[in-house]
């Protein structure tokens, strides 16, 4: 049995309060989202104490690792509730929203500021091109960020409208490095001096965090190497 005690707050302007609920599955793949997903789907939701409840408010699309809609603190560490088996979680798992997005409600959490920054840094191609193959791989793994926001709920040097937009940001831009031809590069390489390279602090405290296992250490050395020896970035020759 697993018992999940989830910080809860009906609106924005309430207050939070710990709400704790008693799950069993037979299913050793039964993951935090799964027991969210049976705990709502129960006609008479009560807690442990037995207290009618609420239906809990949460995010998901893909239930598969894809979308990031999921992200939350649980035990403490930002991950995914589809990726966070219940069985290597202990008996009482702690889940909470994450702490460094505006709280809608329950474990739902107002991530606009991630997308405010990439439409603000215009992380789109504006025409065709045709990268070199060996391009292609980095802009290929950053490619697979998800804008979970997990990096940015670990990251000391990151705050919601703030310059510094983080691995989040920071990827998308990576991408683009990759993918452009020298000339074109060179707007993409200031957006990321100035609101990646500046900003960080190379602690690399997001290194580990990333649910999509992206190699964050080495997307930024290729980026940060672009940004302060451009020259060094020319992977054509
Ligand atoms: S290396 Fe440190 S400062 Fe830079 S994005 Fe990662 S956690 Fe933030
Ligand atoms: S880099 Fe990883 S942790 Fe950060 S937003 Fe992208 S997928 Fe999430
Ligand atoms: S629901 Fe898509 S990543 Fe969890």
Redesign the pocket.
Known sequence: MSVLKILRRKSADQQPYWQSFEFTSDDPNAAVSTALTALNSRSDLRDMSGEKADPIRWECSCLQKKCGACAMVINGVPRLACDSKLAELGEVITVEPLKKFPVIADLIVDRTVIFDTLRELKVWLERGVTPDERAQEAAFEAAGCLQCGC?LE?????YAGGRFT??AG?LPLTRLIAELTDEQRREVLKAYRKRVYEG???????RKICPAGLDIESL?ARSNAAAAWRSLFDLRK
């Open positions: 990096c670990v990251c000391p040097n990151y983080g691995m920071a960080c602090g190379k602690s690399l405290a997001c930024m």
